[in-house]
């Protein structure tokens, strides 16, 4: 599709949405009356572009439309849920129909829910910040400057919720493992180990394919409990680590080794705010004494944070969180002396600020990541106004800096990028 029909197509879709406003409501509550299902969506229009030259990607990194239809239903026994997407991506020129959900949930004891089917799974404490959570994520939207639902990736799977007065339970079964959307060269280019430079769409990353029903399943716990005002939890995982943290020498490709994960969490009022702690054990089982220079070290991870309200529709948040490498001394012994070494310890601080303004219709948000280990960080503002109960702006941007280019935040300079959206919402 060139741009002109682009444009033509949204123009009539827009203006198919104004003429239909009237009618809509009518039609959808019809159709709850026939067939007792709920109705909503939207259709969106979305656009970014590089704010710099980058040689191994396009200038324009974002341009798509968009139709999400969402449709729940009652069954008496339990609700089904549906969430479909329609996505005309003119970076890649795909035309894809995706699922974000489709689920059933029902209640086989009083106290006890059952979720199966794909859902968007999350938990933990941190504020863009995952530690316990280990869901998949889309980190090519994410840096982009889709919308941030888009982060939190779908997983294929069975959530057994039960509550009890000592501890909720939760307990997820993912039958074939769920992999974060990684950066691999496709929308924005990176670091490359291999090469030992900046590369992008001409050097797309091999990774292996985990499929294998048993073998390639993963498991996460949580046990939550309200103690004296605060929440508290803990954690398990066993599968994968969710980005390709390996290398197979003998393949070339890049693989998921295996992960185990042991954390807990706390989150309560303090000074006026709220405040949470939150820590997890990283065990690389593939690498148990760190000296496979092809795999990620185990690590300890630990967050902290605090948020208020700064003034009236103002609020703040502040966290610390680091990443402590075990076994350092055999990392540093055995890996290649050409490749950059990382630190022992990698601190990062983030910083939200958000503005409530015109009845809370004008959304100004300011989100910063900032890492003094690896001297790089993120920028994250966004603006958005919402004209009324169907239409919605929005404008931001994704600014990456960094010292070097093979640090996380770094190694994305050159995707640095601007994007705008409208939204009609129905």
């Known amino acids: 599709m060139t741009a002109c029909a682009a444009v033509l197509a949204l123009a009539g879709l827009f203006l198919a949405a104004g003429v239909a406003r009237a009618d809509l409501q009518t039609w959808k509550d019809t159709f709850y009356d026939?067939?007792?299902?709920d109705l909503n969506g939207f259709i969106e229009a979305r656009n970014g572009w590089r704010l710099q030259n980058d040689p191994h990607e396009k200038d324009v990194s974002l341009a798509e439309l968009r139709l999400q239809l969402e449709a729940g239903k009652d069954l008496g026994?339990?609700?089904?849920?549906?969430?479909?997407?329609l996505l005309s991506d003119f970076v890649t020129d795909d035309y894809t129909a995706l699922l974000r959900d489709g689920n059933f949930l029902f209640s086989p004891l009083a106290a006890m829910d059952v979720k199966m089917g794909r859902q968007v799974?999350?938990?933990?404490?941190?504020?863009?910040?995952?530690?316990?959570?280990?869901f998949p994520k889309d980190w090519k939207s994410f840096f982009i400057g889709r919308d941030d639902e888009y982060l939190?990736?779908?997983?294929?799977?069975?959530?057994?919720?039960?509550?009890?007065?000592?501890?909720?339970?939760?307990?997820?079964f993912v039958p074939v493992f769920n992999p974060s959307d990684h950066i691999d060269g496709e929308r924005l280019s990176y670091w490359n180990p291999i090469l030992g430079e900046t590369a992008g769409q001409n050097f797309f990353l091999d990774t292996e394919?985990?499929?294998?029903?048993g073998r390639d399943s993963e498991f996460a716990l949580r046990l939550a409990k309200n103690y004296a005002g605060a929440e508290l939890a803990l954690y398990n995982y066993d599968g994968f680590w969710k980005t390709p943290e390996g290398l197979d020498p003998a393949t070339g490709q890049l693989i998921y080794p295996r992960l185990s994960v042991y954390g807990a969490s706390a989150r309560g009022q303090l000074w006026g705010g709220i405040a949470n702690l939150e820590a997890g054990y990283y065990d690389?089982?593939?690498d148990q004494h760190g000296d496979d220079p092809l795999i990620r070290n185990s690590e300890w991870r630990f967050l902290t944070g605090f948020e208020r309200e700064l003034a009236r529709d103002f609020t703040g948040s502040l966290q610390y969180?680091?990443?402590w490498m075990q076994d350092y001394d055999a990392y540093r012994d055995s890996r290649p002396a050409a490749s950059p070494a990382r630190d022992e310890y990698r601190h990062l601080l983030t910083l939200r600020l958000t503005k409530l303004l015109m009845n809370q219709n004008l959304v100004l948000s300011f989100f910063a990541y900032y890492s003094p280990s690896d001297q790089d960080c993120y920028l994250r503002p966004k603006v958005q106004y919402k004209i009324d109960d169907h239409w919605t702006i929005e404008a931001g941007g994704n600014f990456f800096y960094g010292s070097d280019d093979f640090t996380f935040f770094g190694q994305f300079q050159d995707n640095t990028n601007a994007y705008a959206s409208l939204r009609w919402s129905f």
């Open 284 to 286: 690389s089982r593939q």
């Open 321 to 323: 969180y680091v990443e």
């Open 77 to 85: 026994w339990g609700s089904f849920g549906l969430k479909g997407e």
């Open 34 to 37: 026939a067939y007792g299902v």
């Open 152 to 172: 939190k990736a779908p997983s294929d799977a069975v959530k057994v919720s039960y509550f009890h007065e000592l501890a909720n339970v939760d307990l997820v």
């Open 121 to 134: 799974l999350t938990w933990g404490t941190g504020d863009l910040l995952f530690i316990n959570d280990l």
């Open 209 to 213: 394919e985990r499929s294998s029903f």
